[in-house]
């Protein structure tokens, strides 16, 4: 670590974050509503949660190789933090916006509290296509993103992960210029990190093995003898490619399509998912890989398969398509892939959604490890990882088939209610509710 030169800290101060007064409001889904009525949430402890904490947004001026200098927005919400520190990713993409990030903050703040761990929830983004930028032009970013919103993060206080184009690099460089504005090593403050800056086993797996323990908790808790099961996964990035390739190592299971942001391919008798992927990094698609058919995502998301996977992003079934959807399992690994209208007609239809507040918390369970590790300056084995991990999702798994039972209400309403119940309960040891 080195002091800040006086060009940076000039650079800080021009980027300083806005604080928003008036926060722009969450959208609840459905399903969370609906917990509150049925936990009898009145109308003014409902409204707490319909704003996050707070809100910081900011304008980030960034160098391009070519030599133009651009400026794009980035904003960080804060939900809650009544169960623990901030907790929630960074997205570089081109659609992210405020009403995004915002949604996402307060769907963290849920997902914790179901998974039961002691964090709270909050969202970054930046405005750009991080798909298109060079590894020079995504530190840049990564660091002005660190300069704008430093002052808002800390191990104690909010805690920034990988998201959509977004990874373990990025992270290190948020790492390093988070350490040069505090002057001091703090490992924790960043999950998600190379392994060789303090990050942790089984991180980059930990969503697709995570979304794996529950499905197969699924099955039995629904009893489903069928062998194997067909499946489908809209995503082949490193959730959707990673469930792939576990699931092909399960004989319960056959996946037979995937795709990737512009194609997918099916073989009825099952895919080679080695070669598929194989084929992905090469080509950078899964278009034409050997001994496939190649498909478009609708057709994939209209297969007559047994489970579909949502890997990818949000709003991918809605209530014009679900129509097509054929499948007797939807998982959601993506966050918000289905929307709240199109969840109540599959859910009229039988087919049985788990939603993203309980299939896809292994990321944020196996962050939640990376920063205890940090805080410790002790680290685990990969095993003690995925141990620890399955203990975790089957119990929120149990958790929220209880409440769904409890409360004759599905899963996505179950989960709510439990993370709901959790929120609620530290809300009152607190005062802030009574």
Same mark, same amino acid.
């Given at each position: 670590?080195?002091?800040?030169?006086?060009?940076?800290?000039?650079?800080?101060?021009?980027?300083?974050?806005?604080?928003?007064?008036?926060?722009?409001?969450?959208?609840?889904?459905?399903?969370?509503?609906?917990?509150?009525?049925?936990?009898?949430?009145?109308?003014?402890?409902?409204?707490?949660?319909?704003?996050?904490?707070?809100?910081?947004?900011?304008?980030?001026?960034?160098?391009?190789?070519?030599?133009?200098?651009?400026?794009?927005?980035?904003?960080?919400?804060?939900?809650?933090?009544?169960?623990?520190?901030?907790?929630?990713?960074?997205?570089?993409?081109?659609?992210?916006?405020?009403?995004?990030?915002?949604?996402?903050?307060?769907?963290?703040?849920?997902?914790?509290?179901?998974?039961?761990?002691?964090?709270?929830?909050?969202?970054?983004?930046?405005?750009?296509?991080?798909?298109?930028?060079?590894?020079?032009?995504?530190?840049?970013?990564?660091?002005?993103?660190?300069?704008?919103?430093?002052?808002?993060?800390?191990?104690?206080?909010?805690?920034?992960?990988?998201?959509?184009?977004?990874?373990?690099?990025?992270?290190?460089?948020?790492?390093?210029?988070?350490?040069?504005?505090?002057?001091?090593?703090?490992?924790?403050?960043?999950?998600?990190?190379?392994?060789?800056?303090?990050?942790?086993?089984?991180?980059?797996?930990?969503?697709?093995?995570?979304?794996?323990?529950?499905? $197969?908790? &699924? *099955?039995?808790?629904?009893? #489903?003898?069928?062998? %194997?099961?067909?499946? !489908?996964?809209? @995503?082949?990035?490193? +959730?959707?490619?990673?469930?792939?390739?576990?699931?092909?190592?399960?004989?319960?299971?056959?996946?037979?399509?995937?795709?990737?942001?512009?194609?997918?391919?099916?073989?009825?008798?099952?895919?080679?998912?080695?070669?598929?992927?194989?084929?992905?990094?090469?080509?950078?698609?899964?278009?034409?890989?050997?001994?496939?058919?190649?498909?478009?995502?609708?057709?994939?998301?209209?297969?007559?398969?047994?489970?579909?996977?949502?890997?990818?992003?949000?709003?991918?079934?809605?209530?014009?398509?679900?129509?097509?959807?054929?499948?007797?399992?939807?998982?959601?690994?993506?966050?918000?892939?289905?929307?709240?209208?199109? $969840?109540? &007609? *599959?859910?009229?239809?039988? #087919?049985?959604?788990? %939603?993203?507040?309980? !299939?896809?918390? @292994?990321?944020?369970? +196996?962050?939640?490890?990376?920063?205890?590790?940090?805080?410790?300056?002790?680290?685990?084995?990969?095993?003690?990882?995925?141990?620890?991990?399955?203990?975790?999702?089957?119990?929120?798994?149990?958790?929220?088939?209880?409440?769904?039972?409890?409360?004759?209400?599905?899963?996505?309403?179950?989960?709510?209610?439990?993370?709901?119940?959790?929120?609620?309960?530290?809300?009152?040891?607190?005062?802030?509710?009574?």
């Amino acid at each position: 670590m080195t002091d800040l030169p006086i060009k940076d800290i000039l650079n800080n101060l021009l980027v300083m974050p806005k604080v928003m007064l008036t926060p722009l409001g969450v959208v609840l889904p459905t399903a969370a509503q609906t917990a509150f009525k049925l936990l009898s949430v009145n109308d003014a402890t409902g409204q707490l949660f319909l704003h996050p904490d707070h809100t910081y947004t900011a304008q980030l001026s960034i160098d391009m190789d070519d030599g133009q200098t651009i400026v794009v927005p980035a904003w960080r919400v804060q939900y809650s933090n009544a169960r623990g520190p901030y907790k929630g990713g960074i997205r570089f993409h081109s659609d992210v916006d405020l009403a995004e990030v915002t949604t996402l903050a307060g769907l963290m703040a849920f997902k914790t509290a179901v998974a039961n761990i002691p964090l709270g929830g909050s969202k970054g983004g930046v405005r750009i296509d991080g798909r298109t930028l060079s590894a020079t032009e995504r530190e840049r970013v990564a660091r002005a993103y660190i300069r704008a919103f430093g002052q808002c993060l800390g191990p104690t206080r909010d805690i920034p992960a990988p998201d959509i184009n977004t990874d373990s690099a990025t992270m290190g460089w948020m790492l390093d210029e988070y350490e040069r504005m505090v002057g001091f090593s703090s490992p924790g403050v960043i999950t998600g990190k190379p392994l060789s800056l303090f990050g942790s086993q089984g991180r980059n797996s930990a969503t697709s093995l995570g979304g794996k323990y529950v499905l $197969d908790k &699924l *099955l039995d808790h629904l009893n #489903i003898k069928k062998h %194997p099961l067909t499946v !489908a996964i809209q @995503g082949v990035g490193n +959730v959707g490619g990673g469930l792939a390739r576990l699931l092909s190592e399960d004989s319960r299971y056959r996946v037979i399509a995937i795709s990737d942001t512009h194609s997918a391919v099916y073989h009825q008798t099952g895919l080679d998912i080695l070669d598929v992927l194989q084929h992905k990094e090469k080509t950078g698609s899964v278009e034409n890989a050997e001994y496939t058919h190649n498909l478009t995502n609708s057709e994939l998301l209209a297969l007559p398969v047994d489970i579909l996977v949502l890997a990818a992003l949000e709003n991918q079934v809605t209530a014009v398509n679900q129509k097509e959807v054929q499948a007797k399992i939807v998982l959601e690994l993506a966050n918000h892939p289905v929307t709240s209208e199109a $969840d109540e &007609l *599959l859910s009229q239809r039988d #087919i049985v959604v788990v %939603p993203d507040i309980l !299939a896809n918390i @292994g990321g944020v369970v +196996v962050s939640y490890f990376e920063w205890v590790q940090n805080q410790q300056n002790f680290y685990w084995s990969e095993s003690d990882i995925q141990v620890r991990l399955r203990q975790i999702i089957y119990t929120a798994f149990a958790d929220v088939a209880q409440a769904s039972a409890t409360h004759n209400v599905d899963f996505r309403t179950g989960a709510y209610i439990v993370g709901a119940t959790r929120l609620l309960t530290a809300m009152r040891l607190r005062g802030v509710i009574h």
